[in-house]
């Protein structure tokens, strides 16, 4: 089915199922503990080994010698698989650096080696007794040390739209501030995991992985062999982030393991190697330049980022969201590209977005206190219907002012104070606001649907679900379209048997992957009603019932005759190019600063967001209240402490790599606007899982500043930055 023109009235239209607030249908095997993740699969390997991963040791050089005869030698061991006896691996089409490090190395706890062994622990005590010597070369680890060498990325040009430089000059009141971001980790519940298991040159990988086109893509081409010899199965995900986005040491090792040891094998990144030998969010440096008239026009907008990554890599795009969020005739967006030789920098929950308005949200409240306008009605004073930069492009919708009165008023916005006045026994208490803002990504998603004798309808699709709730949202797309009750929907999803979707990312999943599932239905609908002797174009499907005029047949009876099948896919059109698609928001928070010792408390938080029809009401809020808590440690303790010398991140633990937990957020509210977007999609919907974390480091940011009188520009923002600043005790 192509998309190419904007959605009119169809099924979906009917709300019978979709849009209303149902609870996950993989709840009950979450919560029980019998859902099948990667690892626990002794369903289909009960006599898989255990592989280890060593890590490099440095971040830069060779290996200059591997002995690996002592770990061979050692109880268990079934195997050890290095660069040596690997045999020729190419690289991944998603990986910068290579999964099998040797001789070279690329970065610091790059797999140098797995030890195969009939037990973890025999694996494990094995991988200690690999002997490796290596020759270290130097290295940079330091953004700031090489952000002169940094360059324009060739993928990332320049957008310069007007004269910038002249009209910041010439504006009356200007802003010119740098801000940092930290390296930051996904820090997901469920490691990056995966069994391999070869039946002769066929490849079954019971991996977590978010997108399994590219993974099963990637492991055949690392591996040399034909697409169609790799199987990729990964139903449940115990979260991703963007960090299983794309194929890892895992997989790659345990389908080499399994080669050499001749049997299964099973191999899960321990906690260390999760933060330094996958993906993270780059560290940013950057500076955003406001001009206004003394009335709060912006005349004049520029941000500037810096970040790093390795050869080969590419940068956090914190830049995208200046370039279409506020007004502004003279504009200048630019990134800038270091190489740093540190692990691979790469997608974290709403990249670009999330670290970018860290800073522009900021930069926009200290203009409006410049100007002495409120911070709300500056940012409303500056709303755009087009894109700035193409004024003949319109946003599809764009309820911007919305969210920002609306959650001004529901917040008690009115009640906020002037900065570091309001105070609360041993509280400075505080109020913040930004815009949230993340493009509608859509992406080719395509289904596969079963009506089976009796009236079950299954739906397959390779899509994934990382805790988001596709389960759900499919099987209410699939019900809806049927006129089936959610009970007589089956949903199976991560097998690369399957059709291929949009998959896991970019919140492009949902709304992509459930208009392929439309696609399908479409197809399927269009069968049945030839089957039963009705006019495709007029039947109606509710309760079971196929219904043209005064007719009403059981769907049942159109495969009384056997199963039919449909498999579509939904392609979407030029609809992108003719409209600037985005989702919008607005987040409030209100915080206590102890007057004694600067310790941050969040009291209450909100958000409000536009983002086309909400499929789900209870899964999309659980995805806000998850982002807003992700925003909230970015802003106040996650970051990822880089050894300058060595070239590794230091706190590469739960113990030391601090995340939120229940009592550091202790009231949340999400309010949805009532939207439908036709032009995004049949279903009218868009993402929402990602909006809900940007800009919620900016309103804590903000809100601290209101409490105190404390501007800090370089995150996160921990005590030691507050306590020799805060207003005299009195």
């Known amino acids: 089915m192509k998309f190419d023109t904007p959605a009119t009235t169809n099924p979906i239209d009917r709300l019978a199922v979709v849009g209303k607030p149902t609870d996950r249908i993989d709840g009950p ?68 650096a290579h999964l099998l490090a040797g001789p070279d190395i690329e970065h610091y706890h790059q797999a140098v080696a797995l030890v195969v062994a009939e037990t973890f622990e025999q694996a494990r005590a094995a991988a200690a007794r690999v002997r490796i010597e290596y020759t270290r070369a130097a290295g940079v680890h330091d953004l700031d040390q090489a952000r002169g060498s940094a360059v324009e990325p060739k993928d990332n040009p320049d957008v310069r739209v007007g004269d910038f430089e002249g009209a910041f000059a010439a504006a009356p009141v200007q802003l010119d501030a740098t801000y940092r971001t930290p390296d930051q980790s996904h820090a997901m519940m469920e490691p990056h995991a995966s069994i391999a298991a070869w039946d002769g040159d066929k490849l079954t990988l019971w991996t977590s992985n978010q997108m399994i086109a590219w993974g099963a893509g990637d492991v055949a081409r690392t591996l040399g062999i034909p697409r169609a010899n790799v199987r990729l199965v990964s139903p449940y995900i115990g979260g991703g982030f963007g960090s299983k986005l794309f194929v890892r040491a895992d997989a790659l090792l345990a389908a080499l393991g399994a080669k050499a040891a001749g049997r299964p094998v099973k191999v899960a990144l321990a906690r260390p190697q999760i933060f330094n030998n996958t993906t993270h969010r780059p560290a940013t440096i950057q500076r955003i330049r406001i001009g206004c008239d003394r009335d709060g026009r912006i005349n004049a907008i520029g941000h500037e980022s810096w970040s790093g990554d390795l050869p080969g890599g590419g940068p956090e795009t914190a830049t995208g969201q200046t370039e279409l969020l506020y007004a502004g005739a003279n504009r200048l967006t630019a990134l800038r590209l270091a190489v740093l030789d540190l692990p691979e920098g790469n997608a974290m929950r709403a990249p670009g977005e999330a670290p970018g308005m860290m800073a522009l949200e900021v930069a926009m409240d200290e203009m409006a206190d410049k100007l002495g306008l409120d911070p709300v009605r500056f940012r409303i004073l500056n709303d755009t219907q087009v894109d700035p930069a193409k004024p003949e492009r319109r946003f599809s919708q764009r309820q911007l002012v919305q969210c920002l009165e609306d959650g001004a008023r529901r917040f008690g916005w009115d009640r906020r104070a002037r900065p570091g006045t309001r105070r609360e026994g041993r509280w400075w208490v505080g109020m913040g606001v930004a815009s949230a803002f993340r493009n509608n990504l859509v992406m080719k998603s395509a289904a596969r649907v079963r009506l089976a004798p009796g009236g079950r309808l299954v739906v397959e699709t390779d899509m994934t679900d990382i805790g988001t709730g596709s389960y759900t949202v499919i099987a209410q797309t699939a019900a809806e379209m049927l006129g089936l009750p959610l009970d007589r929907v089956e949903v199976r999803l991560g097998d690369s048997d399957f059709p291929v979707s949009a998959g896991s990312g970019g919140q492009w999943g949902a709304n992509s992957a459930t208009s392929g599932v439309y696609a399908a239905c479409m197809k399927l609908r269009d069968d049945v009603a030839t089957r039963l002797g009705l006019d495709p174009a007029r039947v109606r499907f509710a309760d079971g019932q196929v219904v043209d005029g005064e007719r009403s047949v059981p769907l049942a009876d159109a495969a009384k005759d056997g199963e039919i099948v449909a498999e579509d896919a939904i392609e979407f059109g030029d609809l992108a190019k003719q409209y600037q698609q985005s989702t919008f928001g607005a987040h409030f928070v209100e915080v206590g600063v102890d007057a004694a010792t600067a310790e941050v408390r969040i009291r209450r938080m909100l958000a409000v967001c536009a983002a086309g029809r909400i499929l789900n009401p209870k899964s999309a809020r659980s995805q806000v209240i998850g982002a807003m808590t992700m925003g909230a440690g970015a802003a106040l303790m996650e970051s990822l402490a880089v050894d300058t010398r060595r070239g590794f991140f230091v706190n590469h633990d739960l113990a030391g790599y601090e995340v939120p937990v229940h009592a550091d957020i202790p009231h949340q509210e999400v309010v949805f606007l009532d939207e439908t977007d036709p032009i995004s999609s049949p279903m009218k919907a868009k993402g929402v899982g990602e909006l809900g974390i940007c800009g919620v480091g900016a309103a804590v940011a903000n809100a601290i500043h209101n409490a105190t009188g404390i501007r800090v520009r370089d995150y996160p923002i921990t005590l030691d930055k507050l306590i020799d600043k805060m207003p005299p005790i009195a």
């Open 29 to 96: 095997l979450k919560t029980t503990g019998t859902a099948p993740y990667a690892y626990e699969r002794h369903d289909v390997a009960p006599d898989a080994a255990y592989g280890h991963v060593v890590g490099a040791a440095i971040a830069k050089g060779r290996i200059a010698s591997i002995d690996t005869s002592v770990a061979l030698a050692s109880p268990g061991v079934r195997a050890v698989v290095t660069a040596r006896n690997a045999g020729k691996l190419d690289k991944g089409r998603f990986n910068t």
